[in-house]
């Protein structure tokens, strides 16, 4: 199986390359005015306007460094029952690795508040831990970006 490894702080986590639809270089975005923290803006995808998170706010609390490997990874969003286009703004994310499911295991903790972290691999460089894009938001924020396509102007 194809994931996409990254970064947020030191630590190195994948995604599932299925379910990435591009990734995209840091791209200006549109600011949300009284956005949660986490919550980067907009951009424009080939007309569409798109929501982008930042991850390493959501998990650190910072936002993501502006360097050339930092990266929007848009990715395919299940909200309530229908996929959206989600961006990811991910350090990092310029590599792409080879890993089977069973590769990974439980971690052994198991954060509420967290429910985006799975199982974790261990390499010669640590562990690398699977985020599920799927629980990547937190419910008020994904209804909130998504409030608009589902209730009609």
């Known amino acids: 199986m194809l994931f996409l490894l990254f970064q947020l702080g030191r630590d190195r986590y994948v995604l599932e390359a299925s379910r990435i639809v591009e990734i995209?270089?840091?791209l200006e975005l549109k600011a949300i005015?009284?956005?949660p923290p986490g919550v980067a803006g907009i951009f424009n995808y080939h007309g569409q306007p798109v929501p982008a998170v930042d991850l390493t706010h959501f998990t650190l609390g910072q936002?993501?460094?502006h360097c050339l490997s930092t990266r929007i990874v848009l990715v395919h969003y299940l909200d309530h029952g229908k996929e959206?286009?989600?961006g990811l703004i991910a350090e990092q994310a310029t590599r792409l690795i080879r890993k089977e499911p069973r590769d990974f295991v439980p971690s052994g903790v198991k954060m509420d508040a967290a429910p985006y972290l799975g199982p974790v691999a261990m390499d010669p460089q640590g562990a690398i831990q699977w985020v599920r894009e799927q629980r990547v938001l937190p419910e008020p924020v994904r209804d909130l970006l998504f409030r608009e396509i589902l209730e009609p102007a």
Request: net charge positive.
């Open 84 to 86: 959206r286009l989600l």
């Open 24 to 26: 995209l270089p840091l």
């Open 63 to 65: 936002p993501a460094r």
């Open 33 to 35: 005015p009284h956005a």
